[in-house]
């Protein structure tokens, strides 16, 4: 169900029962020259949609700004500070807690936001996480299944950001919106901008639109038939999650 077509007495009715609210958050940034700004937020709102179809739990409005520094000079891309992005994520919480919602799931579509979402999962619960009845938790749909993926196709082993893991998802999703026919005669040479190899996070260089198409993979690679395995895979797992939304099942311990 989605949150934004309820009145807000059918929420208040709906509440006595703890539904589980999937609240999608991604970025509005550049996703190279065949694939539109809204990549990130259209596939994290979809995989949340078809969860809330699967499992009856609520899926609330996309927030389609994140934390999107890294293409700042690509034009289109509208960024948050990180700053901002942390403040959003705890003012819509403080709404839905002081509404009466109890459980709350962060379904994350760009990978930036992640370690923000991480950060703020600590202070929420260090607000609520006292309570015994608030469970807030935060996961990116491309991630939570990884192993899955990393069988259908390329996923991020050759790159991270409209490779042929998203252009697949958008082949899957919104055809219409992929036209790999823009790549022209570009060529695919792995470049290393972001490292997360060995737990260890570096910032190699910040890509330029003056010389770069903002492509880190080959989408050439992709297929509507992978995007459909990777959307099944993706939403079957975060339905997993929801389906399992409780302390024990996330390993929740109290720590004296």
Avoid at 118 to 130: I, V
Avoid at 216 to 226: H, I, L, M, N, V
Wanted: hydrophobic letters at 40%; a negative charge.
């Amino acid at each position: 169900m989605l949150l934004s077509n309820m009145t807000w007495v059918e929420v208040r009715d709906l509440l006595p029962k703890e539904p589980i609210l999937i609240q999608p958050v991604g970025s509005t940034e550049q996703h190279g020259p065949h694939m539109p700004l809204k990549v990130d937020i259209i596939s994290a709102y979809e995989v949340a949609k078809e969860v809330g179809e699967r499992t009856g739990c609520l899926v609330a409005p996309p927030l389609p700004y994140g934390y999107s520094e890294v293409w700042e000079n690509f034009p289109g891309t509208i960024s948050l500070t990180a700053k901002t992005f942390m403040a959003c994520v705890a003012e819509i919480t403080e709404s839905l807690v002081r509404n009466g919602f109890k459980k709350i799931f962060f379904l994350n579509g760009h990978n930036p936001n992640l370690p923000l979402l991480q950060t703020m999962m600590f202070q929420l619960m260090d607000r609520y996480g006292r309570r015994g009845d608030v469970l807030i938790a935060a996961g990116s749909y491309f991630m939570v299944n990884k192993e899955a993926c990393d069988e259908i196709g390329d996923n991020f082993r050759e790159g991270t950001h409209a490779n042929e893991f998203e252009t697949a998802f958008m082949m899957h999703l919104r055809p219409d919106m992929v036209n790999l026919d823009r790549l022209g005669d570009w060529e695919y040479k792995p470049e290393l901008i972001l490292s997360y190899l060995h737990g260890v996070t570096s910032v190699v260089r910040l890509p330029d639109s003056e010389r770069h198409n903002g492509v880190y993979g080959d989408p050439r690679r992709a297929t509507p038939e992978k995007g459909r395995r990777y959307f099944d895979a993706c939403v079957t797992k975060v339905a997993e999650i929801v389906e399992n939304f409780t302390p024990e099942n996330f390993g929740i311990q109290e720590v004296y």
